[in-house]
């Protein structure tokens, strides 16, 4: 059999490969971003206490060494292409701004969230606006230096607008056409 050539179904992997795609147990369990914040105690009262990330866990260590882990619900890695940060930068900001990471937040309503980030200390970039891949989104720069975006999804699961959380069609400072898929 060739090198590059598959296995056949019925023969093991090799220790040393990665999981079949088929598998059924995650060969990722968990994504953990780590960032370090010189206003450690601010950092973690930003996004623990004012966006209400809940505190897993603590630990100190020698020398001042601190470390809170927060519970940011499921997470996803997006990987984009530079057109597309382009695109994402321009539909929420209308200008280039995102550093090569940025991190995105789902939450149930990005206006009241954004208005209680702000009030701890965040600064706003782009206020909430419609994106074409219809969630409602803001840009802030936040404590430890991260860039972040508060998104809210305007349709249920089934593609139906959810008028629980949209409210009124036009929501945002700035609404922008549907020109195709975007991430969050």
């Known amino acids: 059999m060739a090198a590059d050539s598959p296995a056949p179904a019925d023969s093991p992997a090799p220790a040393d490969s990665p999981a079949p795609a088929d ?3 995650p060969a990722v369990r968990q994504l953990r971003l780590v960032v370090e914040a010189t206003d450690h105690e601010a950092a973690v009262a930003f996004f ?27 997470a996803t890695l997006e990987i984009a292409n530079p057109a597309q940060k382009r695109l994402i930068d321009e539909v929420e900001v209308g200008r280039q701004v995102a550093p090569r990471i940025r991190v995105a937040f789902e939450v149930d309503d990005t206006e009241a969230t954004t208005a209680r980030l702000v009030a701890a200390g965040a600064s706003e970039i ?13 840009r802030l720069d936040a404590p430890a230096g991260l ?36 991430d969050s």
Request: cysteine-free; glycine content about 12%; hydrophobic content about 35%.
């Open 23 to 25: 598998s059924s147990a």
């Open 147 to 182: 860039q972040i975006t508060i998104f809210q999804e305007l349709l249920r699961p089934d593609g139906e607008a959810d008028r629980r959380r949209v409210g009124v069609e036009g929501v945002g400072a700035r609404d922008a056409e549907p020109k195709g898929d975007g």
């Open 48 to 74: 623990r206490d004012a966006l209400g990330l809940p505190e897993e866990a603590a630990f100190s260590g020698e020398g001042d060494a601190r470390v809170v882990i927060l519970d940011a619900g499921r």
């Open 126 to 138: 782009a206020p909430p606006t419609r994106t074409p891949w219809q969630s409602l989104n803001s």
